[in-house]
């Protein structure tokens, strides 16, 4: 294995993550910590279609509508923004993406998709959490307009000083339309009901790891850079 070092970051070959987890799993916070230590970037099919929601435009409004419903986007729209993201030059070393695929038929196009682009599959890290904790989670959820940082009302390691005011930039705190109690039910019923197939369609490939996500961001954080270091 060639290891440089670089500014401190660690970089070797190619690190191709994917995340499969509920809605509030924390697979935002894992991504970051990884992302800050491999340098390589986090791709998020809800963050892009959140992007594109703010458009004013035929398909924003349309993007927009369906994510306060909690409802999928049209597989055209995500097949094509994913490739598009793949393809650009900084996934070369590897990548986290997450959100994607969310049912068996994304998975195949994703097998078709790593094939345009010539990627490995990678490991894939499934994050598994009791549903009551993550209603909690998404109930809490607030995100700063200004710098995207994430906090929790409901947990005390995670509350801002202020409800409505991010502890970092100072930003207005905001509720994602999605986290809502009807919403979360919604996506987590697709979710259980989605993941077991996609689940199933990797299970001989011997690249699934699945992980404890009840415990602290620390304790899944060390299990999640354990099996990252060990499959390289
Ligand atoms: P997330 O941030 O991953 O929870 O995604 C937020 C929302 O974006 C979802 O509830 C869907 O409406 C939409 N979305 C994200 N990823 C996908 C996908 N792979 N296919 C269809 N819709 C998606």
């Known amino acids: ?49 959140r992007d ?11 993007v927009a509508e369906t994510l306060a419903n909690g409802l ?27 959100g994607f695929p969310r049912n068996y038929e994304q998975a195949l196009a994703y097998d078709d998709i790593l094939k345009k ?19 909690k989670r998404i109930t809490g959820r607030r ?17 801002p000083k202020n409800e409505s005011i991010c502890d970092i930039c100072g930003g207005d705190l905001y509720q994602r339309s999605d986290d809502n109690l009807d919403a979360f039910m919604n996506r987590f019923a697709t979710y259980e009901k989605n993941t077991e197939k ?9 690249v699934l790891h699945f992980i404890d996500g009840n415990r602290t961001i620390d304790e899944i954080s060390k299990q999640i850079n354990e099996i990252i270091e060990s499959t390289n």
């Open 198 to 206: 996609i689940i199933n369609h990797y299970k001989d490939l011997g």
């Open 52 to 62: 594109i929601s703010k458009e004013n435009s035929e398909i924003g409004n349309y």
């Open 1 to 49: 294995m060639h290891v440089i070092i670089k500014r401190g970051i660690v970089e070797d070959k190619m690190k191709n993550i994917m995340f499969i987890a509920p809605p509030a799993a924390g697979k935002g916070t894992q991504a970051e910590i990884i992302v800050n230590k491999y340098n390589i970037p986090h791709i998020s099919t809800g963050d892009i279609l």
């Open 72 to 98: 999928l986007v049209k597989d055209e729209i995500t097949y094509q923004l994913v490739l598009d993201r793949l393809s650009k030059d900084d996934c070369k070393n590897g990548f986290i993406i997450d």
């Open 143 to 159: 995100v700063c307009k200004k710098c995207g940082s994430v906090f929790n009302i409901n947990n005390d390691l995670m509350k």
């Open 117 to 135: 682009v010539g990627y490995d599959l990678g490991i894939i890290i499934v994050i598994e959490v009791d549903k009551e904790t993550l209603a």
